[in-house]
Antibody
Framework: EVQLVESGGGLVQPGGSLRLSCAAS????????MSWVRQVPGKGPVWVSR????????NYADSVKGRFTISRDNAKNTLYLQMNSLRAEDTAVYYC?????????WGQGTMVTVSS | DIVMTQTPLSLSVTPGQPASISCKSS???????????LNWYLQKPGQPPQLLIY???NRFSGAPDRFSGSGSGTDFTLKVSRVEAEDAGIYYC?????????FGGGTKVEIK
């Protein structure tokens, strides 16, 4: 069964850090582009970042560039999103997704709340 | 950034009737590789978006054949030939021809 399971979300103060993880199973993770998309409840999805299969190529939305870092461990079939200098506007559900162009398989998401 | 504009904002459809959603992009989504990078998603309440159509007109695995995508350049359409109750939710178009990938504002479909 194809499965992407995010973890690491929670409540963090402005300026703080969080690292999201995404455990993949049922897909050929090491040959897949992977992406992160976030969505404020009740609003539309917003693309955050993507990474190539070998991790050598990454892209970021301007709103997170310099603060977030996408990475992966192909030996562990795990995708990461390191989020630093968090702001209230980063509050959202964060989805891990297979694909860099056709985002085809989505996890259930993990909620990140940035608030004092 | 490419702006994606969807119409209508909402739609109320009787089961068995067709439905159509429009999506317009501020730039062409035709890539030099010949593919058009336009996807359609359906998000049901409490669930992540699910891919229906990728690269303009290709139905993703598991997407019912009543869904079809068409268009070219900057104008695109998602059609549902005969709406069923399970088709309720919010539909999004998304472009992936260039970074940042961007989504349309969504079309909420209600089943009468």
């Amino acid at each position: 069964e194809v499965q992407l399971v995010e973890s690491g979300g929670g409540l963090v103060q402005p300026g703080g850090s969080l690292r999201l993880s995404c455990a993949a199973s049922g897909i050929t993770f090491s040959s897949s582009w992977m992406s992160w998309v976030r969505q404020v409840p009740g609003k539309g999805p917003v693309w955050v970042s993507r990474i190539s299969p070998d991790g050598s190529r990454t892209n970021y939305a301007d709103s997170v560039k310099g603060r977030f870092t996408i990475s992966r461990d192909n030996a562990k079939n795990t995708l990461y999103l390191q989020m630093n200098s968090l702001r209230a506007e980063d509050t959202a559900v964060y989805y891990c997704i297979r694909g860099g162009w056709s985002l085809d398989i989505w996890g259930q998401g993990t909620m990140v709340t940035v608030s004092s | 950034d490419i702006v994606m504009t969807q119409t209508p904002l909402s739609l109320s459809v009787t089961p068995g009737q067709p439905a159509s959603i429009s999506c317009k992009s501020s730039e062409s989504l035709l890539h030099s590789d010949g593919k058009t990078y336009l996807n359609w998603y359906l998000q049901k309440p409490g669930q992540p978006p699910q891919l229906l159509i990728y690269e303009l007109s290709n139905r993703f695995s598991g997407a019912p054949d009543r869904f079809s995508g068409s268009g070219s350049g900057t104008d695109f359409t998602l059609k549902v030939s005969r709406v069923e109750a399970e088709d309720a939710g919010i539909y999004y178009c998304m472009q992936s021809v260039q970074v940042p990938l961007t989504f349309g504002g969504g079309t909420k479909v209600e089943i009468k």
